[in-house]
């Protein structure tokens, strides 16, 4: 009895230490948005909280700058990286369960030639093309806007597999007795194929989401100005190069920020997503 | 209500033809079954009333109005699955709902339509529950009231049996019966299945290879197989065939083993001519002189037993017997055809002689 509790026990405390390692660093970073940053500078920063917390936070959210250098607020920060996040999201959810609806239901000359050239989009990443789609962006006078920050980032192949993949497990017959029924193509997307997606879609968006929201190379080449700052690339720009000391105290304070929304996407997603599991009609 | 007309039509997918010109005038309030083995072309036949595959050659009319070129939802008719194909995500009223949604008809005369097709087939409890909820009979009978609610000229069925166990499907196939006695709709029926066929049918299309080798009410293809293809596919177990030869007088079918077999009727044209001779087991009876068979296996059924039996040549012989097994295996047993139990066919195409 006693040796399979403790047995029980092991997969436990292998569980456990791997949570610890993997929270240490965010724990660091909590305890140190709450100290000055004199305490941080000296290099001994304590593991438990301190006095300052209100302090930093209020002036990361808000304040123009930090007590050594200058910085767009976080407010301003957080709302560009979260339409941009969005916008990521739902489009490249938008446009890629519209092209695998196209792929996987219609019968249209080169269609297996689209699907490849879709395909083929999945071999290069952003890095590899963004010279040319900088060229683009800047041609159409989309630098320092939310439209320049979002649209290249739209067009998803892997999105588009997925659905694809997906919508081939819906049988025929469905689509055969809502013919009969009298759906076109459009209803039949409307009424059958979205609420079918639901779970696809919920999951998708989590990832989506959190994808766009840490884009870093491309917000940093297409936004020269503060206004258009998202946090990812702020935090990094918060950091200096050596030649000054860095604010740490409200450095911390914005990643702690910058964690908020994916970590609530997450969790706000995840209980759609347990929900469409559990009642799965399929 | 309506007629549906199938004028001598074909499926060809390329080089291959699957279908090779069918005719066949189903009448109003007609209940009719295509029956065949699988690849048949039965149900691509079905797919091309409903308007799911396209028509390669020939018309089809449903009421009187060629709809070749009619999309499935302008053709008036509903269809039901082998799989059911119900909608996963609506509940169950939703499902039945849908169709007459989408034509516009007002939200009171859906629900009162809906009712009374929840009411025939007793689906009532059910209306708000989803599909997954169900079971394989439940979901089938929701299938089916989506077809009934729209009240249409024809009902097509393709294989909506096919997914249940074997008690449910009986039970189904009395409702299927039931329910179209009662609202007289035209329909269009695939099976595999002689049972479901034979139960179901005004009349029966037995398919083959992409024709139609007997069109003819149950009994009919029961009793005057028109070919060979016939005589094994329907009855169950199939009837024996076996090779002959008709005598010089043209009076008697002699088989090997030196059986000789008087005709009905003498068919002096037909003298010295090869036929194969179709016998159903269950018109052997023991009898004094006949077929003499050493038996190998007794199968008891309960309400009657087959026996298979060995003929002196090496072929089987199967004897269907009412009631419980009065013989045992490696018994010798006489058997003899019943008066007007013989069926002939033509040796070279299989097609019966009449």
Known sequence: ?282 | MATVEIRNVRKSYGPVEAIKGIDIAIRDGEFLVLLGPSGCGKSTLLRMVAGLEGITGGEIAIGGRVVNHLDPKDRDIAMVFQNYALYPHMTVFDNMAYGLKIRGIPKAEIRTRVDKAAEILELGRFLDRRPSQLSGGQRQRVAMGRAIVREPAAFLFDEPLSNLDAKLRTQMRVEIKRLQDRLGITSLYVTHDQVEAMTLADRILVMNHGVAEQIGTPLEVYQRPASLFVAGFIGSPPMNVLDGRIDDRGEAVLVPGGQRLALPQPRPTDAGRAVKLGIRPEHLAVAAAGFSIEIELVEALGADTVVYGRLPDGETLLVRMAGIPTVRERDRLTVAPQDGALHLFDAATGRRME
């Open chain 1, 1 to 282: 009895m006693k040796t399979t509790r403790l047995i029980d026990l092991v997969p436990h405390i292998i569980l456990i230490a791997g949570v610890l390692i993997f929270a240490y660093p965010i724990y660091v970073t909590l305890i140190g948005s709450t100290w000055d940053s004199g305490t941080i500078g000296r290099g001994g920063l304590p593991l438990w909280p301190g006095g300052q917390g209100m302090a930093n936070y209020a002036q990361a959210w808000a304040g123009e700058a930090g007590d050594r250098a200058m910085y767009t607020p976080v407010r301003t920060m957080m709302l560009n990286s979260l339409v941009m996040a969005l916008s990521i999201a739902l489009g490249k959810i938008a446009i890629s369960i519209l092209s695998a609806y196209a792929v996987a239901f219609f019968r249209f000359p080169l269609r297996m030639a689209f699907f490849w050239l879709i395909f083929i989009t999945l071999m290069l990443p952003v890095e590899v093309r963004i010279i040319p789609t900088y060229k683009v962006v800047a041609d159409l006078g989309l630098i320092n806007s939310y439209a320049g920050l979002a649209i290249p980032l739209i067009a998803s192949a892997t999105a588009t597999l997925l659905f694809r993949q997906f919508f081939l497990t819906i049988p025929d017959e469905l689509l055969e007795a809502a013919k009969i029924d009298g759906a076109g193509p459009v209803r039949f997307f409307i009424d059958v194929v979205l609420p079918l997606s639901r779970t696809n879609i919920a999951a998708l968006f989590v990832i989506l989401f959190i994808y766009g929201w840490n884009q870093y190379l491309w917000p940093l080449l297409v936004t020269s100005s503060g206004d258009m700052e998202t946090i990812v690339t702020g935090i990094t720009k918060m950091i200096g190069t050596g030649e000054s000391a860095n604010d740490w105290h409200i450095i911390m304070a914005t990643t702690v920020l910058a964690m908020l929304p994916p970590v609530a996407v997450v969790v706000f997603m995840q209980r759609w997503f347990v929900k469409g599991l559990v009642d799965s009609e399929k």
